[in-house]
């Protein structure tokens, strides 16, 4: 291992099974459980707020998850065009199905369907909870060992602002995301770009609000033989809850290793391959990638060195003008994920833009400032004179009249439906 990822060694934290602090599930798990930096935040004081038990929290161990054996004709089924074969095969097995179910849903007689599903056989994968507490890392199977994936799973409860429902639709929507994206000129032409493909959806049921779970490969598409290390990009700014205060983080560590500027290492390894593939990715495709903290990951060989930006997650929102330009199809998507310039004023955009991904842009500026003295206002002016090269006409989908839309504060209570607003705030980073 690298010296240049020393802070995951010496976390002493002891993962279950395969997935140990040396493999390369093992580290990632660990950035993923214990370098989430998941605080309240003025705009979003729920941050913090779980209906997860505790024995199911990214800080837990793991956990069994109940998976039942359903026949095909109760399912619908939404695979990939790049599906794993042998995950396909371990779920989808002649005439019968895995359906994973949270073991917290599994227990909940109310919740639809659960009587209905839980009469059937189960057996149990030993998985463990990553950062955003439904999508669960799948660490031993009862029959083989697998490629490392997750489980995005149905979850009828509140986390943070959002009760984290998986319907027909949205499952729909995912896999047919990945499959646009695999297909995409970026996957051909571009070396720094790469996705965790949602490459497998199961529904229970055939209506249209039955509900189910995605895989989501762990192995990045498109595939590469190198042996690799994944880090989310909270986790570059985050220190580790298992390490002591005066443990470097893992950027200091990164332009150490480089012997880069500071500041050049943090445009051109983070900064401006976040902004060039999330602008290339809607200007190719319409899907709006929502490129946070979370769901943007960074790419490294076993040197420390940047090699793509790996994307994740994809019930994100899809133009409709883009896709239509581009002589694209419109099937398979999420109608409640779809917009249009027409009946939208640039919310959409500012608020993955000027707040989701501004979150993760202002804690590498706040280190950048403290440790290098760089000013923030020159990192965002250097990203704003970027974003203008890389996305062409970008100002067409921004609000007019420089606006920043955020949730209205009022509404950031348990159950209350969000409501975009305009704020006085002004974009910073655009």
Known sequence: MAPVFRSLLNVGQRLPTQASP????GRFLLLEKFNNGIRPRPNNPLATYTEVSAPYRPEADSFSLPVYTLSKKNCVIYPSAILDEDLRKFYVNGTTVKFAVHPQVASDGNVENIPAITQFPVENLEVTATSSSRTVAVLKT?????????????????ITRSVR???????????TVTDELAKSALCKSEKSFAFFPESLGIVFGQGEQSWGYLIREMTPYPRSPENRMIVPLFALYTPSSKLQEDQKLIIEELIEKSGQDPEAYLLENIYFPILKNWAAVFLQTGVLLEAHGQNTCFEFDDQGKFKRIVFRDFDTHVNKEIRDKNGLSMSGFNPYEVFSRAVDDGSHFSLIYDQAMKVPFDKLADFAEKRYKIPRAKLQEKCRSFLKDVFPGGCAYFPTSRKVYNYAPGVLKVGQKAKLVTTTDEPVWR
Do not use: I
């Open 142 to 158: 009862p029959e083989e060992v697998l490629p490392d994936h997750f489980v995005k799973l149905h979850f009828p409860y509140q």
């Open 22 to 25: 040396a493999s390369f599930a």
């Open 165 to 175: 429902h998986l319907e027909r639709r949205k499952l729909e929507h995912s896999v």
